[in-house]
């Protein structure tokens, strides 16, 4: 499943990617009409009332709360998501490319000395060059996600 955000919704993007699903923000397009100008297979996710009626015959979530976290509640129930459905960590949460691992030697130097000490898998996003590393960031979004299908199934499953 692929989304389409605008800036009224602008963490849930970042949460989105963070789950792995290819995610557009209008925050980061220059473009003027955003919603015209994507592929019409993406579900757009706003709180805008105007969008909404606007775009009425696309597939669209309307956003009700203004917590994230909430927000990633709402579109995991209304898309009916399963726990299958998630790449954890496999996109670029700046740019949304797919991210790809990189040898460790590859980033002496370009990060924190602590984290190459202590961390040996790294990934790398070919277009922005952003690196990604298991942080504990990493370990709290996983709790969070998993907290998200547990409120929705009762129980988490494994793919």
Not at 84 to 95: G, I, K, P, T, V
């Amino acid at each position: 499943m692929r989304f389409a955000t605008d800036a009224t919704v602008g963490k849930l993007g970042r949460h989105l990617r963070s789950a792995g699903f290819d995610t557009l923000c209008q925050h980061q397009s220059r473009r003027g009409n955003f919603f015209e100008t994507i592929d019409g297979e993406r579900v757009i996710l706003t709180r805008t009332r105007l969008v909404k009626l606007r775009f009425k015959r696309r597939p669209l979530v309307f956003i009700r709360d203004n917590d994230p976290y909430r927000q990633m509640i709402q579109v995991v129930h209304e898309l009916k998501l399963g726990w299958c459905d998630l790449n954890l960590f496999s996109r670029c949460l700046e740019c949304n490319e797919a991210i790809r691992p990189v040898d460790r030697a590859t980033v002496a130097g370009r990060v924190p000395a602590y984290v190459w000490q202590y961390h040996h898998t790294f990934h790398a996003c070919a277009k922005c060059g952003r690196i990604y590393w298991a942080g504990s960031h990493h370990d709290r979004m996983i709790q969070r996600l998993l907290a998200i299908f547990k409120q929705k199934d009762g129980e988490t499953h494994e793919c």
